[in-house]
């Protein structure tokens, strides 16, 4: 597609040494094994704050947000076995799997949508602003590393949503809306 090719073209045109850095660190902010331990220490905090009653379910909200986002992630990603970019030379080793969806775009996605949903109804906009930014600067990593098409990572991160939005109905109570 015509548009992919201009945005991966974009992203690598703007290639440079600080911006290289910047998104190879930056991007493992949606990998499973950060987001999965700090899930836990975030739910292990809150109850220990005291500050938020969760009851059997809404205590694994977050794991189990972030854990669906990535297991569908991969079952699609076998489904799709869509070949990841090759337009531009890329100078981090392509992953092995197949590129739709994005697991990171899925997995950064969930994780922050879920902690939205647990944030105290005054803060959401303020701090919604910082985790959406976060979720965007993955996704975008995602994209100037040349691992994925655009469209993966657009379809990672609305699973990701989508998993946090079911679970937050199934699970955390009606009033934390």
Do not use: N
């Amino acid at each position: 597609m015509q548009m992919d090719k201009y945005i991966l073209g974009f992203f690598y045109e703007i290639r440079s040494p600080y911006l290289d850095s910047f998104f190879e660190g930056i991007t493992w902010l949606g990998s499973l094994w950060l987001l999965l331990p700090l899930s836990l220490f975030v739910t292990v905090a809150m109850l220990w704050s005291g500050q938020h009653s969760l009851g059997v379910l809404d205590r694994i909200y977050l794991p189990a947000s972030l854990l669906m986002a990535s297991f569908l992630a991969f079952v699609l990603k076998s489904v799709f076995d869509r070949q990841r970019p090759d337009l531009f030379e890329t100078w981090v080793i392509l992953p092995t799997d197949s590129a739709f969806p994005s697991a990171h775009s899925a997995q950064v996605a969930a994780f922050f949508m879920a902690l939205w949903f647990l944030l105290p109804i005054s803060m959401r906009w303020t701090v919604g602003w910082i985790l959406l930014f976060i979720v965007l600067v993955v996704m975008i990593s995602r994209l100037y590393l040349q691992v994925h098409w655009p469209s993966d990572v657009l379809g990672g991160g609305l699973l990701g949503i989508s998993c946090a939005i079911i679970l937050r109905f199934m699970l955390l109570p009606k009033e934390a809306v």
